[in-house]
């Protein structure tokens, strides 16, 4: 059974960091693909970025530059690191996995390509 759990939101002013992290268990070793996405009220939910123990990264246009991905094959752990932190990064987000020969390299963040879904954490930047 695969499991994801999501820690490190919270409250953070403009301009500031916010590392995220998931622990995710139950999943196929080097064979999968785990992603961060994010939803706002009104919106559908967008990836941000994933990766996979291969270093196979994908990075949404929207957050390129502001965001780091970085995979722990041996925590099976998938950390975020934003930066520059906007208002507009305010959401619920999720970590998301799925089982995929060849992990993220055949896999984008489309959220249809994902079977397992954490609970999510909340994120609030204010100005």
């Known amino acids: 059974q695969v499991q994801l759990v999501e820690s490190g939101g919270g409250s953070v002013q403009a301009g500031g960091s916010l590392r995220l992290s998931c622990a995710s268990s139950g999943l196929t070793y080097r064979t999968y693909c785990l992603a961060w996405f994010r939803k706002t009220p009104g919106k559908e939910r967008e990836g941000v970025a994933s990766?996979?123990?291969?270093?196979?990264?994908n990075y949404a246009d929207s957050v390129k530059g502001r965001v780091t991905i970085s995979v722990d094959s041996a925590k099976n752990t998938l950390d975020l690191e934003i930066n520059s932190l906007e208002p507009a990064d305010t959401a619920m987000y999720y970590c998301?996995?799925?089982?995929?020969?060849?992990?993220?390299?055949?896999?984008?963040?489309?959220?249809?390509?994902?079977?397992?879904w954490g609970q999510g954490t909340q994120v609030t930047v204010s100005s």
């Open positions: 998301a996995a799925t089982n995929r020969y060849g992990g993220c390299r055949y896999v984008g963040l489309d959220r249809d390509e994902y079977h397992y």
């Open positions: 990766g996979d123990p291969d270093g196979n990264t």
